[in-house]
């Protein structure tokens, strides 16, 4: 019995890897719409009380202790 013709797989040449590649490339770190680039540069709101807040941006800072 011969194999199903959607079994038998031709070798990929890298095609759809090579252009998601070049696409994020060109997009950068982050993204290619300005709406996604106005979003990142937003400052970071927290909810809850102030000493929450400010342990969160501690943290976000890098300090430790």
Request: aromatic content about 4%; overall charge positive.
């Amino acid at each position: 019995m011969s194999r199903h013709l959607a079994d038998k797989r031709r070798p990929s040449d890298g095609g759809r890897t090579r252009r998601f590649a070049d696409s994020e490339r060109r997009a950068g770190a982050e993204g290619d719409h300005p709406a996604v680039k106005a979003k990142l540069r937003e400052p970071k709101l927290l909810a809850g009380g102030s000493r929450r807040l400010k342990e969160f941006l501690r943290i976000e800072r890098g300090q430790t202790v």
